[in-house]
């Protein structure tokens, strides 16, 4: 008896120890999330002052050099004991900051490895799947994990959507015209494997799977008629006194299409450079089109009427213009520069440098004054 009681009293030390340690880092894990709160949110009002591509740069580094910091801080919580509750907590955070903020590094590897290898079944990893899809290659292992083993069909359907979507990404600047088809065979296998899963899954805050992936798949065969050196598609869209315009109504001119919004801090802060060079370029055959995808097209007009902005807008629906989907625009803003012939000759996924896009622009509209002789 004696015996007993002595085990049952190691046993309840045993189980104190354990509950201590946990509770110990509960603590650790909130005093982390709260300081990184506190820092991230002074970054982002920072970047929504911001004046220059650079300044915006600048302040994008330093977070993600905060998320990457906190990572290896809170990593150290989840190897402790990455199976149990409080291992799932400090991993997903640090999934979640580092998809956030595009960060990537060993330490996000690790905590999105340890979801994959522990947690892949778990429910709430349904709320995780977005930001898996932002780190690269382990946020994709992940996804593949969690298609395998999750037992919501409508978990494993999203999934295998964001990977298709990942990979579509991927593909959209692949200059190799075979790995882009073969990317895209894939991406629209993913895409086809989703719908049919769970096609009334929702993804996001927006629609569907199924309906999402037929946009997908649009796209991407679109993708295969787009791209550097191909010809631009044909687009529609209206300007702001609702007159419908075609993007073959600038035939003969060099053509930056810009699609952007006003509540995006880089787009916004492209605007003096670019105000410099259509003054700069006037009278050659050049246009800057700017495809707003505000919500309103009243927020856009009373932004121009404090923001001068002389050149072409065009506005059809915020973002559910048709132009998004026809140049796969993913992120904001993105630009493409189409020479005088129709042809599109470079591609930016966010603000380019100032100098670069001067070179590439002013090579083009060189090249149309010549070809007018």
């Not at 709320?127 to 083993?149: F, T």
């Not at 370029?281 to 246009?287: A, R, T, Y």
């Not at 506005?315 to 796969?328: A, C, E, H, M, V």
């Not at 670069?356 to 090579?363: G, I």
């Amino acid at each position: 008896m004696r015996f007993l009681c002595a085990a049952a009293l190691s046993l309840s030390v045993g189980l104190w120890f354990a509950f201590a340690q946990d509770q110990a880092r509960v603590e650790k894990l909130a005093t982390q999330k709260k300081r990184f709160e506190e820092e991230n949110k002074e970054l982002s009002e920072r970047l929504q002052k911001v004046k220059t591509p650079d300044d915006a740069r600048a302040i994008q580094a330093e977070v993600r050099e905060l998320a990457l910091l906190t990572a290896g801080k809170v990593l150290a919580i989840a190897e402790d004991d990455p199976k149990d509750a409080v291992g799932f907590e400090a991993a997903a955070f640090v999934l979640q900051i580092a998809g956030n903020a595009g960060a990537g590094g060993d330490d996000v590897t690790k905590a999105v490895a340890l979801l994959a290898e522990h947690h892949a079944a778990n429910p709430k990893m349904k709320d995780l799947l977005v930001s898996a899809m932002r780190v690269g290659p382990s946020g994709d292992k992940l996804l593949k994990a969690v298609a395998a083993g999750s037992g919501d069909k409508e978990t494993k359907a999203v999934a295998m959507f964001l990977r298709g979507y990942s990979l579509a990404r991927a593909v959209e600047d692949e200059e190799d015209d075979k790995k882009l088809a073969d990317g895209a065979k894939q991406a629209i296998e993913l895409f086809e494997a989703a719908a049919k899963e769970a096609p009334e899954a929702k993804v996001g805050s927006g629609g569907t799977v199924s309906k999402f992936a037929a946009q997908e798949i649009k796209g991407l065969n679109a993708l295969l008629a787009l791209g550097v050196g191909k010809a631009a598609p044909e687009v529609e869209s209206l300007t702001l006194d609702g007159k419908k315009v075609k993007l073959s109504g600038s035939a003969g001119k060099v053509v930056l299409l810009d699609v952007w919004a006003t509540w995006c801090p880089p787009c916004r802060a492209m605007i003096p450079h670019e105000r410099q060079m259509v003054k700069r370029l006037e009278g050659k055959p050049f246009e800057l089109i700017s495809v707003s995808v505000d919500e309103k097209k009243e927020t856009l007009e009373k932004f121009l009427e404090k923001e001068p902005m002389p050149w072409t807008h065009w506005w059809d629906n915020g973002q559910d213009t048709p132009i998004l989907k026809t140049y796969r625009v993913r992120g904001f803003p993105t630009l493409y520069l189409i020479d005088h012939t129709g042809v599109v000759r470079h591609k930016w996924s966010g603000a380019p440098d100032d100098k670069e896009l001067d070179r590439a622009v002013d090579e083009l509209v060189k090249a149309a004054v010549k070809a007018k002789g």
